[in-house]
Each structure stands twice: as structure tokens, then as C-alpha cells.
């Protein structure tokens, strides 16, 4: 079944509204419309010479320049001045020769608008003001003193026309300033989602990252444990070693799941805004959880936490994951049974943090996963989401340290 839409045609008013804010250079069929406008203006001077001023009735070489006067009219929308030349040509021997002075006027009026409406008002007063001194000048060279008062009556409708064609230039150019702050806007709305859009990926991933990387390093640890349980003494299995270590990577798989399930709604959520999807986020009141599972994975972990009021949300998310990531990688690559210091903190308007090792390993808590991964990128990027910095690099000692310094204020505000 195939559904056929009938267009809707504007209404009156709205069509009289687009012509006048639309330029009229930029008009649709402007050629013809301009033709047929031509033609009924030259019948109108057909009838006013005909019917008006029964004294004054064009000749055969009046009637030719009545007719004639009319037809640069068809081309006035491209050459608006050189058409009103072009009138004032032909009109001037017509009133030369003392025909019906008002015949010639709609044409003449007609012809001015458009160079108001198209030209800059300076060039469009200056036009009239040559026009009104030349129409002056031949009215007293060679027409009768007497019709004068008619004279300053037609050109009270002139001066009319002149401001009334720069009223509607301006109200135009004002129309299109409109139009282009309203485009100029829903490009940068557009701009702004697309930014929104590309933020929301880039947290995905770090979350995906981090939760991952986490998780798949402490089931790696707990296995181990496992296996080397039962290759140690397959004659004496230590069963109650070897389920402890099965229900961590279970206590593990599952509280990823969780983790996972809420990073991933925002990708199937479809009606609901991004922010609403996600969830609650993580925060400090976790960083135990993520203490206790580096102690199963076979970390010494001493945790240090001195923070009055709960941080804001991004604040307290960002902190998670730096400590979450750098527990992953001091599990990973500092050696057996690693010394590992946690410290969270607020000082002087932040959240300072700091996870140290002992570094047995080769690389420590801030190595990026498998060399050349994304764990140090990853915090540095959660540091600067929420304003503050962060430092990894070797301790002088021996091992590696991560420090972060979060904002609790001014940053955010900013941001927000």
C-alpha cells in the first residue's frame, strides 16, 4: 500500500510575506513575472492616456514612447539602474512633448523601487534627487508653468516610493540577519551533539577499558592461584584454597556483569537522554571494593581515605577509575605479593590521590595494559574531564606512583 502526500500550498499571507523579505534578485521566474508585470503596466498607461487628460492625448510618436518606456521594465531585476535610465530616456521627450503626464508614472515609480530595494540607500536617494532635478528642468524648459502643482504632486508620491523601497531594504537585510543566526544556531546545536556524541564514546571506551582491564586481571591472578594449588600437591588438594579462589573469580565475573550491564545501557537506551541511561556513577564509597579485590589478587594494599563530604559525582567517578586502573596495574606488573599505598585526600579545594608500589616489576601502577594500551592515556584523560592533572611515572626508590589533583570547585563550575 503506497501512501500519497499532497503538498501543502502557503496561504495568501504567507506568500506576501515571502516576497517582500525575499531579495528580488533572487526571486523564482523572475524574467516572466516581470514581463507580465510590464505588459500590465503599459496597459494601465494605455487606459490613463486614453481616459485622463482628454487635452493632452498622445500622438503616434507619444504613443511609441509610452509603449517603449515600458519594456525595459522585463529586464529591471538585473539591471535595475540601467533600466530606470532607460525609462527616464524614453519619458523625458514624452513629457517633452506635452502628452498626459500621467501615463508614464507607475512605470517611473515602479522602475525607482526596484533601485531602492536593491541598491544602497545613498545611491538610491542620490538617483531620486537627479531624477526629481531633471523632471524639474524639462516640467520649466518645455512644459506649461501651470502644471506644476501636478508636478509636486507626483513627486510627493516619489519621495514616497524612495523611502518606502529603503524601508523594505532594510527590513530585508534584517529578515536575512535573522535567518542566519537561526541557521548559524542549529549548526552549532548540531555541532554541540556531535561533541556530546563523541564525549559519550570516549567515556564508554575508558569505562569499558578500565572495567576489563580490571577484572580480567584479577580473574588471571585467582586462576593462577588455582591452578598452582592443584599442580602443587595433586595427592593433597587444598579444597578449601581452591574454592575460595573459584567463588572470587565468580564474586568477580559477577560484579563486572553489573559493571557492564550499566555502562551499556546508554547504547540501548533509545528515547531516554544519554545522561539519564547511564546510571548511577561510580564513587569513592567503592574504592574499598576495589582494595579488598587487589588483596585477593595477592597485593599487600595499605588504603589511606580522608575526605569530609562526598565529592561531586564526576569528581568521585574520575577518582574511582584512576584508583581502579592503577590497582589493575600494579596487580599486573609489579612482581609477586606487591606493597601497594593508596591515598585519598582532600586539600586546598581538590581531591588529591596517590597509588604507590613497591615495583618488583619491570613497569608499575600507571603502565599502560600490554605496553603501549590506553591505562595511562585513559587517566590522564579522566583527570582533565573533571579540570586536574595528573603525574605517573618511577618513584626514586624503586616501583611507580600515580598522583591526580581533582577539583572539587572552580573547575567544575567552569565546565558546567
Not at 327 to 332: D, G, S
Request: include cysteine; glycine fraction near 10%; proline fraction near 5%.
Amino acid at each position: 500500500m503506497h501512501l500519497t502526500t499532497t503538498p501543502v500550498r502557503p496561504r495568501l499571507g504567507e506568500r506576501v510575506t515571502a516576497t517582500l523579505t525575499r531579495d528580488p534578485r533572487t526571486a523564482p521566474h523572475a524574467t516572466r513575472n516581470d514581463a507580465v508585470l510590464a505588459a500590465v503596466l503599459a496597459a494601465l498607461a494605455a487606459v490613463l492616456a486614453a481616459f485622463t487628460d482628454t487635452l493632452r492625448h498622445p500622438d503616434a510618436l507619444g504613443w511609441t514612447l509610452l509603449i517603449a518606456a515600458h519594456v525595459p521594465l522585463v529586464w529591471r531585476r538585473r539591471r535595475p539602474l540601467l533600466v530606470l535610465a532607460a525609462v527616464v530616456v524614453l519619458v523625458i521627450p514624452y513629457h517633452a512633448l506635452d502628452n498626459n503626464h500621467g501615463a508614464p508614472v507607475p512605470a517611473s515609480l515602479v522602475a525607482l523601487y526596484t533601485v531602492t530595494v536593491t541598491q544602497r540607500p545613498a545611491r538610491s536617494i542620490l538617483v531620486g534627487a537627479a531624477g526629481l532635478a531633471l523632471s524639474v528642468t524639462v516640467m520649466f524648459t518645455f512644459g506649461d508653468h501651470k502644471q506644476v502643482p501636478d508636478l509636486v504632486r507626483t513627486y510627493g508620491w516619489v519621495l514616497a516610493v524612495l523611502f518606502i523601497g529603503i524601508d523594505v531594504r532594510y527590513y530585508r537585510q534584517y529578515v536575512a540577519s535573522l535567518v542566519e543566526r537561526a541557521e548559524r544556531a542549529e549548526r552549532t546545536r548540531e555541532e554541540e551533539a556531535r561533541r556530546r556524541v563523541a564525549e559519550e564514546r570516549l567515556r564508554i571506551a575508558r569505562d569499558l577499558h578500565d572495567l576489563l582491564a580490571h577484572t580480567i586481571t584479577l580473574i588471571g591472578v585467582q586462576t593462577s592461584v588455582a591452578a598452582h594449588v592443584l599442580a602443587a600437591d595433586p595427592e593433597r588438594l587444598d579444597r578449601e584454597t581452591i574454592a575460595k579462589a573459584l567463588n572470587d573469580i565468580a564474586d568477580t565475573c559477577r560484579t563486572a556483569r553489573g559493571e557492564l550491564r550499566t555502562t551499556l545501557e546508554v547504547l540501548r537506551e533509545q528515547g531516554a537522554a544519554a545522561g539519564e541511561a547511564r546510571g548511577p556513577l561510580p564513587g569513592l564509597d567503592g574504592v574499598p571494593d576495589l582494595v579488598e579485590a587487589a588483596r585477593l589478587a595477592g597485593a599487600r594494599v595499605l588504603e589511606t581515605v580522608r575526605v569530609g563530604e562526598a565529592p561531586p559525582p564526576a569528581v568521585g567517578a574520575a577518582a574511582y577509575r584512576i584508583v581502579q586502573e592503577a590497582l589493575t596495574n600494579a596487580v599486573r606488573h609489579a612482581g609477586a605479593e606487591p606493597v601497594v599505598r593508596v591515598e585519598v585526600y582532600e586539600e586546598q579545594g581538590a581531591l588529591r590521590l596517590a597509588v604507590t608500589d613497591d615495583g618488583a616489576g619491570d613497569t608499575g601502577a600507571g603502565s599502560s595494559s600490554d605496553g603501549g594500551g590506553f591505562g595511562l592515556v585513559g587517566m590522564r584523560e579522566r583527570a582533565r574531564s573533571v579540570g586536574g592533572t595528573l603525574d605517573a611515572g618511577p618513584r626514586a626508590g624503586g616501583g611507580f606512583e600515580v598522583t591526580a589533583v581533582l577539583p572539587l570547585r572552580g573547575a567544575l563550575e567552569g565546565a558546567g
